[in-house]
């Protein structure tokens, strides 16, 4: 930011400053529009579908899961080729991501 006096004035942003910024903004409303429209729907199938997984999983245990704890540790270990073998083909795949971030909330399904 720049700070100038002209006759009383002060110019804290010059023009070409203010049409960087205004393109700036610009990109990064694009992109998380682009984001909610393309990615968000992707990323909920897929939570879904690692969720149905986990709960197949689940069932095939002989001893059940007693608490939140161990389901949590259990989808923590499971291997992202395992799951993905299971799942519907996506251009873009988000089980890492989604193991990671959204560990309890796939627990409570």
């Known amino acids: 930011m ?16 203010l049409f960087i910024l205004q393109s700036w903004e610009w990109f990064i409303f694009e ?3 682009r984001k909610i429209a393309i990615n968000l729907p992707t990323v909920l199938k897929q939570f879904d ?6 709960k197949e999983e ?17 989808i923590k270990n499971l291997q992202d080729e395992k799951i ?4 519907l083909k996506q251009d873009v795949c988000y089980v890492t991501q989604i193991k990671m971030f959204a560990t309890i909330q796939l627990a409570e399904c």
């Open 2 to 17: 720049e700070t100038k006096s002209v006759t009383d004035c002060h110019i804290i942003i010059n023009k070409q400053d």
């Open 31 to 33: 992109t998380v529009v």
């Open 49 to 54: 579908q690692i969720g149905r997984y986990i």
């Open 58 to 74: 689940i069932t095939k245990m002989e001893t059940p899961l007693l608490n939140m704890s161990d389901i949590q540790m259990l």
């Open 84 to 87: 993905i073998v299971n799942m």
